[in-house]
């Protein structure tokens, strides 16, 4: 108050000029303030860095069986390879941060789409949450709490076992998390499901980060694509500019202000006291892949100043498919095919591949060509291509079925009893009890079977391909060729495993 007097004294003995400056200044402010008053809310709350209350209005944050307990969860995207490579990024992050990671169910392969980070176009953080959380508890409840998970279509045993990361499953989590037995939504009647989905939807907007962060509860990553580059232990500055930043062309075209900045994971979420003690910690998505000398979000290839994450990346280069799969695939090959064939991975339809016909078609017929000097005839060729079958005719695809005496051409479908086995197989991984109650309601256990059908038909074509003894012609930029190739590196079906399973 001392202050103000002798402000206002000093503002007494000015001019009358100074004086109207003076006023001028003040209504300034005074329209300033009012303007930001007015506009203060529609500020989107998640700008702010941390909103306590909100304890009040989600009990979970004030539980006590989060105490102590410190998750990373993530929403997967887009088709399984994509999800697969994002989940192994997850495993890394939980890793050198040490937080359990919360296994997600696989999602369809059009539930969600995250866009184009080279293009700078990519769905936000806590839209892209959202729409996956939405998506989980739908099919969830659509499956009756029957359905697959990473965990069931992916064999971890490895990385268990080597205690290098701790995971709980997305069920378990949303039971801890909400409060809530995902068993009620899957049997409840109608009365309680609106109930239920209230409060679903109250975790997952939470979760999302719509409602900002709260201290010692959330943190949700808006860190994106467009943004970051994640590292660790890299020499290169925290914080230092990315060799990929947007073009000029790009930045006037679509009015672009990110710059892409590289930071060390570890120093910006574990020696952040007010991050490392939150309970989850939200990311948005995971997925990298290599673009123009840099990676489009996570460039953690190796780690030699530490051995036990060192030792992680080198087992995460290659999960294998979990044990029912890998024997379905292998069955098709030596019962179905049974003499060595060559596998052509085809992807024609989806995204940019549609257009890329020609140069698909050419890799495949060079590759035909070049076999066909030295292999009896006629060469037995495995096809797995999002074509449909009734759709070849025209095609490079529809050539080589009219040559029935050079080349056998082989197919794998859903209605295949060697399928059916592979997606009771998948339900029965996380699920067996609850199979138990629907033994005697075979319609009903059936139906189950067929949901993941689609799902157990792509991952045993991926085996059946690695298993090719004359090759294998995979689609250039398909995240699915990438993960034959793996497979095929990594001995999946050599000769010598071929009679294991």
Same mark, same amino acid.
């Given at each position: 108050?001392?202050?103000?007097?002798?402000?206002?004294?000093?503002?007494?003995?000015?001019?009358?000029?100074?004086?109207?400056?003076?006023?001028?200044?003040?209504?300034?402010?005074?329209?300033?303030?009012?303007?930001?008053?007015?506009?203060?809310?529609?500020?989107?709350?998640?700008?702010?860095?941390?909103?306590?209350?909100?304890? *009040?209005?989600?009990?979970? =944050?004030?539980?006590?069986?989060?105490?102590?307990?410190?998750?990373?969860?993530?929403?997967?995207?887009?088709?399984?390879?994509?999800?697969?490579?994002?989940?192994?990024?997850?495993?890394?992050?939980?890793?050198?941060?040490?937080?359990?990671?919360?296994?997600?169910?696989?999602?369809?392969? $059009?539930?969600?789409?995250?866009?184009?980070?080279?293009?700078?176009?990519?769905?936000?953080?806590?839209?892209?949450?959202? !729409?996956?959380?939405?998506?989980?508890?739908?099919?969830?409840?659509?499956?009756? =709490?029957?359905?697959?998970?990473?965990?069931?279509?992916?064999?971890?045993?490895?990385?268990?076992?080597?205690?290098?990361?701790?995971?709980?499953?997305?069920?378990?989590?949303? !039971?801890?998390? =909400?409060?809530?037995?995902?068993?009620?939504?899957?049997?409840?009647?109608?009365?309680?499901?609106?109930?239920?989905?209230?409060?679903?939807?109250?975790?997952?907007?939470?979760?999302?980060?719509? $409602?900002?962060?709260?201290?010692?509860?959330?943190?949700?990553?808006?860190?994106?694509?467009?943004?970051?580059?994640?590292?660790?232990?890299?020499?290169?500055?925290?914080?230092?500019?990315?060799?990929?930043?947007?073009?000029?062309?790009?930045?006037?075209?679509?009015?672009?202000?990110?710059?892409?900045?590289?930071?060390?994971?570890?120093?910006?979420?574990? *020696?952040?006291?007010?991050?490392?003690?939150?309970?989850?910690?939200?990311?948005?998505?995971?997925?990298?892949?290599?673009?123009?000398?840099?990676?489009?979000?996570?460039?953690?290839?190796?780690?030699?100043?530490?051995?036990?994450?060192?030792? #992680?990346?080198?087992?995460?280069?290659?999960?294998?498919?979990?044990?029912?799969?890998?024997? !379905?695939?292998?069955?098709?090959?030596?019962?179905?095919?049974?003499?060595?064939?060559?596998?052509?991975?085809?992807?024609?339809?989806?995204?940019?591949?549609?257009?890329?016909?020609?140069?698909?078609?050419?890799?495949?017929?060079?590759?035909?060509?070049?076999?066909?000097?030295?292999?009896?005839?006629?060469?037995?060729?495995?096809?797995?291509?999002?074509?449909?079958?009734?759709?070849?005719?025209?095609?490079? #695809?529809?050539?080589?079925?009219?040559?029935?005496?050079?080349?056998?051409? $082989?197919?794998?479908?859903?209605?295949?009893?060697?399928?059916?086995? !592979?997606?009771?197989?998948?339900?029965?991984?996380?699920?067996?009890?609850?199979?138990?109650?629907?033994?005697?309601?075979?319609?009903?256990?059936?139906?189950?079977?067929?949901?993941?059908?689609?799902?157990?038909?792509?991952?045993?074509?991926?085996?059946?391909?690695?298993?090719?003894?004359?090759?294998?012609?995979?689609?250039?930029?398909?995240?699915?060729?990438?993960?034959?190739?793996?497979?095929?590196? $990594?001995?999946?079906?050599?000769?010598?495993?071929?009679?294991?399973?």
């Amino acid at each position: 108050m001392e202050a103000a007097s002798s402000s206002r004294s000093k503002w007494k003995k000015n001019s009358p000029l100074k004086r109207s400056k003076f006023s001028s200044l003040s209504l300034l402010s005074v329209f300033c303030f009012l303007l930001f008053f007015l506009s203060y809310k529609h500020i989107p709350i998640s700008r702010f860095p941390s909103v306590k209350s909100l304890t *009040l209005r989600f009990p979970q =944050c004030d539980s006590k069986t989060l105490a102590g307990q410190r998750f990373l969860w993530y929403p997967p995207h887009s088709g399984f390879s994509n999800q697969l490579s994002e989940f192994k990024n997850a495993i890394l992050m939980a890793a050198i941060l040490n937080r359990t990671l919360v296994v997600p169910p696989v999602l369809d392969h $059009h539930a969600v789409a995250l866009g184009s980070c080279p293009k700078f176009r990519v769905t936000g953080p806590n839209e892209i949450r959202m !729409a996956v959380w939405n998506n989980s508890i739908e099919l969830i409840r659509f499956r009756r =709490c029957i359905y697959a998970s990473m965990a069931d279509v992916i064999d971890l045993s490895e990385i268990v076992s080597s205690s290098l990361v701790r995971m709980i499953d997305f069920e378990a989590f949303v !039971a801890r998390w =909400c409060g809530l037995d995902l068993n009620l939504l899957c049997f409840s009647g109608p009365d309680n499901e609106s109930s239920l989905h209230h409060q679903l939807r109250q975790c997952g907007s939470l979760l999302s980060g719509d $409602h900002g962060n709260v201290d010692g509860c959330l943190y949700a990553v808006q860190d994106d694509c467009r943004s970051t580059v994640w590292t660790y232990q890299q020499d290169v500055e925290d914080g230092a500019l990315d060799s990929f930043q947007p073009d000029e062309q790009l930045r006037k075209k679509k009015n672009i202000s990110y710059v892409r900045r590289r930071k060390d994971v570890y120093n910006t979420f574990r *020696l952040d006291s007010g991050v490392d003690s939150a309970s989850v910690l939200a990311f948005g998505s995971l997925f990298t892949a290599p673009y123009k000398g840099s990676e489009s979000y996570i460039d953690i290839h190796e780690a030699p100043k530490d051995l036990r994450i060192q030792s #992680l990346i080198e087992k995460l280069e290659y999960l294998p498919f979990a044990t029912g799969i890998i024997k !379905a695939g292998k069955d098709f090959a030596q019962n179905a095919i049974k003499d060595e064939f060559l596998c052509a991975q085809l992807r024609l339809l989806d995204g940019q591949f549609k257009n890329h016909w020609k140069s698909t078609f050419l890799a495949l017929k060079e590759k035909v060509e070049m076999i066909k000097k030295d292999v009896p005839l006629p060469i037995n060729i495995f096809v797995m291509t999002d074509l449909p079958e009734r759709n070849w005719s025209g095609s490079y #695809l529809g050539d080589l079925a009219k040559e029935d005496r050079t080349f056998k051409l $082989h197919v794998l479908r859903e209605n295949e009893d060697v399928i059916r086995r !592979a997606a009771r197989s998948l339900l029965d991984a996380g699920h067996s009890e609850k199979l138990q109650s629907y033994l005697h309601n075979q319609d009903t256990l059936q139906n189950m079977i067929v949901e993941v059908l689609p799902e157990a038909l792509l991952y045993v074509q991926e085996v059946t391909c690695s298993c090719a003894s004359l090759g294998f012609v995979g689609t250039s930029g398909s995240t699915i060729a990438e993960n034959i190739e793996f497979m095929r590196k $990594h001995g999946t079906c050599s000769p010598n495993n071929l009679t294991k399973l």
